[in-house]
């Protein structure tokens, strides 16, 4: 299983369509094997459930994270957890433990423009 998280710094990005960076971990039998830090190379809030699905992820945690994103990581079959705070490290160990807290209903919360015209969680990313 791969999992990723939106990265920098050590710690979970928060705000998915910001991320320039994900970590992602190979696990295999509820363990960590190896994990790399892998630039998202500018892509935007749909293309980057295309990225992590290129590279075999299966779920992402993450911070905040608009409604369009969301349907694009449903439709790529990516498992979400959102709303997470703190180093990515720690998260992933969590979330192999059965104890990380996440909140299955965090959007983003930030309504400025974006540019072209739409606003996060206001538009449908996930068509772009």
Do not use: W
């Amino acid at each position: 299983m791969k999992i990723a998280v939106t990265y920098e710094n050590g710690r979970v990005v928060q705000h998915f369509g910001h991320s320039k960076a994900f970590k992602i971990y190979e696990v295999e039998n509820g363990a960590v094997q190896s994990y790399a830090v892998v630039p998202a190379g500018g892509a935007g809030h749909g293309a980057l459930a295309g990225f992590l699905k290129e590279h075999g992820v299966q779920a992402l945690i993450c911070g905040g994270i608009g409604a369009g994103a969301r349907t694009a990581l449903a439709e790529a079959g990516i498992e979400l957890y959102p709303g997470v705070q703190g180093e990515a490290d720690a998260c992933v160990a969590a979330l192999l433990n059965h104890s990380l807290l996440y909140n299955p209903d965090t959007v983003c919360s930030h309504h400025h423009d974006h540019g072209e015209g739409h606003n996060c969680g206001g538009h449908s990313c996930g068509s772009h």
